[in-house]
């Protein structure tokens, strides 16, 4: 078991990990960065997404039952860094200056010029330690033509180069 929090942070950031800014809320909307975002099925489509139980959107999530995921470009690191401010303002406020749409399915905020983008109901909620396990039924997904990524790394924001050949 490895007992120094950390190393073992170090450690989990040597697995590069896209970055999304999770939403909820309809009417008193609110928004985080999060990083433990992944597919789970195609059929039926599901994702999920760990939440801290302590974070705003937690409680926000499980109240509404439907959250949304906007995946970041290479160019919205300001906006990752936005969502990942615990001082930043709440509420209304909290999406100044941030191009959004409202999600057609559950009312959430969907940021504009994202790489690409999912609307989900909540399909269920698994205790993970200090987080919860949000699976998310997808209800509505796009994409933009764009294909430059935002990545986190070794505890620093990244792009993504052009592909290997």
Known sequence: MVENR?????????????????????????????????????????VLVCVSRTA??????????????????AGQEQVARRFADRSRPR??????????QQGGHTGAPVLLGSLAWF????????????????????LDAGRAPTEEALLFYKGAFRR???PTV
Request: with cysteine; proline share 4%; hydrophobic share 40%.
């Open 119 to 138: 609307e989900c109901g909540l399909a269920a909620v698994y205790e993970g330690g200090d987080h919860s396990v949000l699976l998310g039924s997808v």
């Open 56 to 73: 705003a959107m937690h409680d926000m999530v499980l109240e509404e039952k439907a959250f949304a995921l906007s995946v970041l470009s």
């Open 6 to 46: 950390r190393e073992l942070r170090n450690v989990l950031g040597s697995f590069p990990t896209g970055i999304t800014v999770m939403t909820a809320g309809r009417d008193l909307p609110c928004g985080m960065t999060a990083n433990s975002f992944t597919s789970v099925s195609l059929e039926p489509p599901l």
């Open 160 to 162: 993504v180069e052009g």
């Open 91 to 100: 509420g209304r406020r909290e999406f100044e200056g941030v191009a959004i």
